[in-house]
């Protein structure tokens, strides 16, 4: 089965930083894009960053960068998003997808989501 | 950045209508557009890539059309499972944007 598994959020105080993980499984990971999308309480997807299969190319929303860095280890089939210097406006749900944009087609694997709240 | 604007926010319709949801983009993105469906709790799910390409295992009530700078989503007959909120998506150039959504509720 396809699958993503997010993992790693929780409650930080602005300024803190935060390691979110996604776990991917039933495909092969090293030859995908992957992406991670965001959505605060009540508000619609934003994209936050993507990056290439062998890490090569990392693309990224400018409200998330110079904070944010979007990593991957192929041999443990993980993708990363190490975010720093948290802000209010950073809380959301984080998804992990398998972006498939680059080469026409969508964002078509989708992990359960991990809750990022920062708040003093 | 490319803004993606969708309309109408809010729609209210009864099982077996059919439904037009429209995205429109700030400039052209040609066809690179996809549309996702969302309920509530949960990933969003993708329906159409490439503005009309229909993804595996999404029924064929489900459409897609247009190029450029106007697109839309067809359901054409709704179904109880359809009530949910859908955004379109440009992957034409980065920053890869959404639209607002629309959210899709029983009348």
């Known amino acids: 089965e396809v699958q993503l598994v997010e993992s790693g959020g929780g409650l930080v105080q602005p300024g803190g930083s935060l390691r979110l993980s996604c776990a991917a499984s039933?495909?092969?990971?090293?030859?995908?894009?992957m992406s991670w999308v965001r959505q605060a309480p009540g508000k619609g997807l934003e994209w936050v960053a993507n990056?290439?299969?062998?890490?090569?190319?990392?693309?990224?929303v400018d409200s998330v960068k110079g904070r944010f860095t979007i990593s991957r280890d192929n041999a443990k089939n993980s993708l990363y998003l190490q975010m720093n210097s948290l802000r209010a406006e950073d809380t959301a749900v984080y998804y992990c997808?398998?972006?498939?944009?680059?080469f026409g087609y969508g964002m078509d694997v989708w992990g359960q989501g991990t809750t990022v709240t920062v708040s003093s | 950045d490319i803004q993606m604007t969708q309309s109408p926010s809010t729609l209210s319709a009864s099982v077996g209508d059919r439904v037009t949801i429209t995205c429109r983009a700030s400039?052209?993105?040609?066809?690179?557009l996809a549309w996702y469906q969302q309920k509530p709790g949960k990933a969003p799910k993708l329906l159409i890539y490439?503005?009309?390409s229909l993804e595996s295992g999404v029924p064929s009530r489900f459409s897609g059309s247009g190029s450029g700078t106007e697109f839309t989503l067809t359901i054409s007959s709704l179904q109880p499972d359809d009530f949910a909120t859908y955004y379109c998506q440009q992957y034409n150039s980065y920053p890869i944007t959404f639209g607002q959504g629309t959210r899709l509720e029983i009348k």
């Open positions: 039933g495909f092969t990971f090293s030859s995908y894009w």
């Open positions: 997808a398998r972006d498939q944009t680059a």
């Open positions: 490439k503005a009309s």
């Open positions: 400039q052209s993105i040609s066809s690179w």
């Open positions: 990056i290439k299969q062998d890490g090569s190319e990392k693309y990224y």
